[in-house]
């Protein structure tokens, strides 16, 4: 039986038959600004809820900018779980890919045991690192791996480029590939103003809405719109 767990994210877990599947790895690929970040946050926030370890692994952002930003929207269990059930690590140099292959792998063995939650936000700078496709499948299969072993995982990419193409490149191929399920949040330009939304584009072992649905967010969180369409 596939088992499968709550995002966490308002209006999410209807598009995807109740929830992500249990020890699956997710790409969240969005524009710039689109709500990545915030809905790997919730998407933790619900695992803290539930009394899980949970685990933000960020190649950019700092600890204080991290805990502001959760203070903005209210999410306070974050610093109250800080090195406790909530772990925060921010890889900083360049060898992302001894980040992946030899520091993560230590990391997650010493926090092994009860069911978790890990977010990589953003993977960008390790496929910018690794240009090699080779090299980077196999870095990537191996963390992809031990990541489902330890527990139900996200990993944002940002996407550049026009915002109203659904622009899936060959360099971001590998991740979209290796990924149990892939989500792109878009920002829709009409009649002056960005609309928010977001697509399930796979999820193995899983039905999911084939649609578009527009979202906000506000000083609460993500709101998804399920049953409306983006205009
Ligand atoms: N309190 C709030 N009220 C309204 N909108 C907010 C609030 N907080 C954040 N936002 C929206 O969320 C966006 C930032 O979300 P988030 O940081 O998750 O985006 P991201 O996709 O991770 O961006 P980046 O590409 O910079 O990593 C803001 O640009 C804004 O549109
Ligand atoms: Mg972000």
């Not at 090699?132 to 940002?158: H, N, P, Y």
């Not at 971001?172 to 892939?182: H, K, Q, T």
């Not at 967010?217 to 983006?230: A, E, T, Y």
Request: proline share 3%; with cysteine.
């Amino acid at each position: 039986m596939i088992e499968r767990i709550k995002s966490g994210v308002t209006g999410f877990d209807p598009l995807v038959n109740s929830g992500f599947v249990k020890n699956s790895v997710t790409t969240l690929y969005g524009s710039p600004g689109a709500g990545k970040s915030i809905f790997c946050t919730e998407f933790l926030r619900e695992g803290i809820k539930e009394g899980e370890k949970v685990f933000y692994v960020s190649l950019e952002q700092d600890l204080d900018s991290f805990l502001k930003g959760c203070e903005a929207l209210g999410f306070n269990e974050f610093r109250q779980n800080l090195n406790g059930n909530f772990i925060f690590t921010r890889m900083t140099g360049h060898d992302f890919k001894n980040f992946l292959s030899i520091e993560l792998p230590k990391i997650l063995q010493a926090r092994e045991g009860k069911h978790s939650r890990i977010v990589i936000d953003p993977l960008t700078p390790f496929l910018w690192e690794i240009k090699d496709a080779a090299l980077q499948r196999t870095v990537l299969a191996d963390t992809f791996k031990m990541l489902s072993a330890f527990g139900t995982s996200i990993v944002t990419i940002e996407r550049y480029g026009d915002i109203n193409k659904l622009d899936l490149s060959e360099e971001l191929a590998i991740p979209l590939y290796l990924s149990d399920s892939v989500i792109i949040l878009s920002m829709i330009y009409n009649q002056n103003f960005y609309q928010k939304s977001i697509s399930v584009i796979k999820m193995r072992y899983s039905g999911h809405s084939a649609g578009m649905h527009p979202f906000d967010i506000n000083d609460k969180g993500i709101q998804i719109f399920q049953d409306q369409p983006v205009f």
